[in-house]
Every structure is written in C-alpha cells, then in structure tokens.
C-alpha cells in the first residue's frame, strides 16, 4: 500500500514478557518518528530516525525500550520485561524530510496483562 | 518542558452548532498542526500553519495561528455529525528535528 503500516495491529502479551512492534514508512521516506498514545490522550514523542540513525530518543521512557532502523526504511520498537503501564497504542509516522508533513500509521494497540 | 495545552477535552453539541478549540504553549512554535483521529485509526492532517496571524479555512473548518505564535484555535461552523472524532493540535518547536509536542485532544461529538 501507499500509507505507513504497522504490524501487529494488536498486540496481548503477558507481564514481563519482550515485544517488538513493525513499521514500514512509505517508500523514500527519511525521517521516522514513534510515538505512544495512551487511552483518551494525545500522541506522545518516543523517538526519531533519519534513514538509519537514530537522532533523538529522548521521549523512551526507560532503557527497556529500544528502536532501530538499520536499513534507514523498516523499524522496530521492542519492549523488554513489559509493564502494565506499557499498555498503549504505538504509532508510527514517516515523512519525506524532517520539514515536511508526517503521515501515521494506524498504530499498534499493546495490552499487557 | 515544552507543554501544549488543549481545551476543551471534551465536546457534545448538537448538529448546526458552532465551536472552537484551543490550543496554547508558552514557547514559540516553528509550526503547528492540526489533526484528526477517528478510532482505531492513525491522525490526519488537516493543517499546517506556520506564520504568526496566519488563518486558513478548510470547507467548514477555520485555523488560526497566534501572532505570537503561542497559540491556535480550530473554529467549526455549523458541526454536523460526521466531525465526530479526536481533534489534535500538535507543535513543532525549531531545532528539534520534526519532533511534534501534541495537545491532549478534544473529543468532539455532533449529535443529530
């Protein structure tokens, strides 16, 4: 397709449990963006790649998280020893430049148990 | 901490109503951007703006940038049901590489 897709769309896992989370940006995309979204918020800045560094990970919320995009086009947030509080929609976004608009995908919605 | 403040949080009006969202900051934006988010879906952009005063008009919908550049509002005239959604502001401060700071939303219903 021509828009951002994440992959699993929805994602049950057990407390301690690892996950990683897919994102394929729309094709000659260089900046990649994550973000989380709690339940009845806004989208929350996680981190952020362009092409295959990741410039900006200040928003992880601990070092159990982790992204990397080492073919600057395909990412992957993985999450170590999962929390409850990790329980959340994941969204992706990807854009021609870190200028222009960024397109989202429809998220990754993460339940832990 | 850059914070962006949106209100309100929530909205249930009747159809042919008009209303406004706001959204504030006490830092200066490089841009900022509306958008909207139906369930189980990603945001849409609706509008980017990026001069200070600056209005733009999307069909119904109204966009207005602060001349300071602080702060937006989203004006809906005559709402109909099919605004239903989450509506998002989300700021772009200079050199922070794309990084959006969004607003907590507003969840608008138009009851028919």
């Known amino acids: 397709g021509a828009g951002v897709s994440q992959s699993p769309r929805y994602k049950v896992a057990k407390r301690g449990q690892d996950v990683a989370l897919r994102c394929d940006p729309i094709s000659g995309h260089v900046s990649l963006f994550w973000y989380q979204q709690a339940l009845g918020q806004g989208p929350e800045f996680l981190t952020y790649f362009q092409n295959e560094a990741q410039l900006d990970k200040s928003g992880l919320p601990s070092d159990r998280f982790f992204a990397e995009r080492p073919e600057g086009s395909v990412s992957t947030l993985k999450i170590q020893r999962t929390q409850q509080e990790d329980s959340a929609v994941y969204l992706c976004a990807s854009s021609l430049s870190s200028e222009q608009p960024q397109h989202f995908g429809d998220g990754t919605r993460l339940s832990i148990l | 901490t850059q914070l962006l403040e949106q209100s309100p949080q929530f909205l249930s009006i009747q159809e042919g109503e008009n209303l406004t969202v706001y959204c504030n900051s006490s830092s200066v934006f490089s841009s900022l951007q509306w958008y909207r988010q139906e369930p189980g879906e990603g945001p849409v952009l609706l509008v980017t703006?990026?001069?200070?005063?600056e209005v733009k008009k999307l069909k119904r919908l109204t966009f207005q940038f602060g001349d300071a550049r602080k702060d937006s509002s989203l004006h809906i005239t005559a709402a109909q049901p099919g605004d239903t959604g989450l509506y998002l502001c989300a700021g772009e401060y200079p050199n922070q590489g794309g990084k959006l700071i969004f607003g907590q939303g507003t969840e608008l219903s138009v009851k028919p």
């Open positions: 703006v990026v001069t200070g005063g």
